[in-house]
């Protein structure tokens, strides 16, 4: 079965970088779509950047646009997430996610992803 496992967080001054990873494990195919998310406990969770696949086309949420960059090695089945210029509002539990549909050509954050790894955190400090 799919896995996906993530690495990369922990605590960093304002205005700091982090660079998150999220291995992919268990499938012999590449998922079309593949994002970040992100949940503060009681709050929605909230999409940060998608990346299609096929083209490698990137979506982001309008609040790390410009900050935050996602992209994937595809010989090693990792998608990553560089997080520049953080700031106390990025604070959260940032998930990786894939999924899996053949007909997608590009990716949103309200498809329904197949499989997400259990977290890891980020804490900003201003």
């Known amino acids: 079965q799919v896995q996906l496992v993530e690495s990369g967080g922990g605590s960093v001054q304002a205005g700091g970088s982090l660079r998150l990873s999220c291995v992919v494990f268990?499938?012999?195919?590449?998922?079309?779509?593949m994002a970040w998310f992100r949940q503060i406990p009681g709050r929605e969770r909230e999409g940060v950047a998608t990346?299609?696949?096929?083209?490698?086309?990137?979506d982001y949420a309008a609040s790390v646009k410009g900050r935050f960059t996602i992209s994937r090695d595809n010989a090693k089945n990792t998608l990553y997430l560089q997080m520049s210029d953080l700031k106390p509002e990025d604070t959260a539990m940032y998930y990786c996610?894939?999924?899996?549909?053949?007909?997608?050509?590009?990716?949103?954050?309200?498809?329904?992803?197949?499989?997400w790894g259990q977290g890891t955190q980020v804490t900003v400090s201003s």
């Open positions: 990346i299609y696949t096929g083209t490698s086309s990137t």
């Open positions: 996610a894939a999924h899996y549909v053949p007909s997608r050509s590009s990716c949103s954050f309200h498809f329904v992803y197949h499989y």
């Open positions: 268990g499938n012999t195919y590449s998922p079309y779509c």
